[in-house]
């Protein structure tokens, strides 16, 4: 059985980052791109993960290896595979790296039998295509394990753990105790955040690099009003609009449409003009739906003419998340049993996924038309969508939790909510901002912030240190 997928990657110039980063920050960036690709030549930065779509992970590595190959470097992605036990196994060690006990079943012998009969299979076909001095930089739990196959064979390992928890519990550490084992042999071990570092590692080998957006992708590009409009209007959320001029550039530079229009719950169209409130997230519990559609409609002041949009993706297309469809059909339920005035400010949105540039240019859209975007989970890593959004100068209300916190600073660049089920304190951060003419400096503020600290040039500097010292050492 072959378990490894070569995933394509593509080619863009790092030197379009030049439009979109101060000047002494771009030139920083060119000469770090400049030494990468002279101390990288001869050696291949493979990345490894478990999944070509999908998910922040694949998102990022599209992204990030393309510039990458178009600096010269040699960087490829191979998807490791595996039988369903592998992967019912590694999604109960997802959930309890975030502290949940998932399906809750064990992690002993067996667990580990599988574990590591999958990984080895996976080592048998990459050892050999791994020559000493590459590069390799292992993502997530899954395959972890690779780490020791690997520096065997000469290459120099990172493991980059893409997911945590601020304050550790029981459940996470059992999960830890199975995995470290797999992850201690790498010479670099990478999380987001200071507070996701696993107790019991090599604290010298440990570094902290947060995650990165796409400024040019179709989820972040620069839309015109008349393209906002019209992608909206397509998607059926605002009543105004024209087809022709719902645009976006594809990533590989040719023109894209959005054609297909979004599933939605409500009563009408968001009426012109009318002050537009977001979250856009999976459906899943630990967004709270519920908590954000019933604290909008109790707390936030009709007066004000808002609407919310609650955007997720269509659940049909994801059949191996039972749960999407669940909660989607609680937040329909908490929807349709509001006050009808209430009911008639509040729209449910499932976003076509058949194509993925067209999903993101939908969320574009709505990001960039919003007047104000919300991302009230209670639990989360980063939360790419806060970053999407202040990138588009909207003042964000978020909850203070993982990696958000290292995106907004409180009242300055967006709102934190410290508690994440104090719906009157969510609704009244909306509410005010809504009528605040301080939210448009928050709005740039943010921005600001994006392009210093969460656009791929920080992150692609930061691997290239990385990768300096373990060449050198
Ligand atoms: N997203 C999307 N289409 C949707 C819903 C979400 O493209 O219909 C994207 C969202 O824009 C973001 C990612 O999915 O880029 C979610 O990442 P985040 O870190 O916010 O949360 P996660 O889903 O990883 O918990």
Not at 65 to 77: E, K
Not at 127 to 141: C, R
Not at 330 to 342: D, F, I, K, S
Not at 405 to 416: A, C, H, K
Request: charged share 25%; net charge negative.
């Amino acid at each position: 059985m072959t378990s490894l997928t070569h995933v394509p990657v593509g080619s863009l110039p790092p030197e379009r980052f030049a439009e979109v980063l101060a000047g002494s920050d771009g030139e920083a960036f060119l000469q770090a791109a400049t030494r990468a690709y002279g101390a990288l030549q001869g050696r291949v930065v493979w990345n490894v993960n478990s999944t070509a779509t999908g998910g922040g992970v694949a998102e990022m590595l599209r992204s990030l290896l393309a510039y990458a190959r178009g600096g010269g470097v040699d960087a490829r992605w191979v998807a490791i595979g595996g039988e369903p036990e592998f992967f019912r196994l590694t999604k109960r060690l997802h959930n309890q790296l975030h502290g949940v006990p998932g399906d809750g079943g064990p992690l002993g012998d067996s667990e580990r039998a599988v574990y590591a009969r999958v990984l080895e299979a996976a080592a048998a076909e990459l050892v050999p295509l791994v020559a000493p001095g590459d590069i390799v930089m292992v993502h997530d739990p899954q395959p972890a394990g690779l780490a020791g196959p690997l520096v065997e064979a000469g290459a120099h390992v990172v493991w980059r753990c893409h997911i945590g928890l601020d304050r550790p519990n029981d459940v996470m550490r059992r999960a830890w105790d199975f995995l470290r084992p797999a992850v201690e042999p790498a010479h670099a071990y990478v999380f987001s955040r200071e507070s996701f570092v696993w107790e019991g590692l090599d604290k010298d080998r440990v570094e902290v690099i947060a995650p990165s957006i796409d400024a040019f992708s179709a989820k972040n590009q620069e839309l015109s009003d008349q393209a906002v409009t019209a992608i909206l209007g397509v998607a059926g959320i605002i009543a105004d609009g024209d087809r022709i001029h719902a645009t976006f550039t594809r990533e590989d530079g040719t023109p894209g449409r959005v054609d297909r229009p979004a599933e939605l719950f409500q009563d009408g169209p968001v009426p012109e003009g009318a002050p537009i409130v977001t979250q856009v997230s999976r459906w899943d519990r630990l967004k709270d739906p519920i908590g954000v559609i019933t604290g909008f409609a109790d707390h936030v002041d009709p007066a004000l003419g808002a609407h919310l949009v609650y955007a997720g993706p269509a659940v049909a297309a994801v059949a191996d998340d039972p749960e999407g469809a669940e909660v989607l059909q609680e937040a329909r339920e908490a929807w349709e049993n509001l006050p009808g005035p209430a009911r008639s400010r509040v729209h449910l949105v499932c976003l076509p996924m058949e194509d993925g540039e067209e999903n993101a240019a939908m969320v574009n859209a709505l990001q960039r038309r919003s007047d104000v975007v919300v991302q009230k989970s209670l639990a989360e890593g980063f939360g790419l969508t806060v970053a999407e959004a202040m990138w588009k100068s909207r003042p964000v209300v978020a909850s203070r939790i993982g990696g958000i916190q290292d995106q907004i600073d409180d009242g300055i660049s967006g709102v934190l909510l410290d508690d994440p089920n104090d719906l009157p304190a969510y609704g009244e951060a909306v509410g005010g901002l809504l009528e605040d003419e301080a939210a448009a400096r928050m709005g740039a503020a943010a921005k600001e912030r994006v392009r210093r600290q969460f656009l791929g040039p920080r992150h692609l500097t930061q691997y290239v240190e990385l990768f300096d010292r373990l060449t050198a050492g």
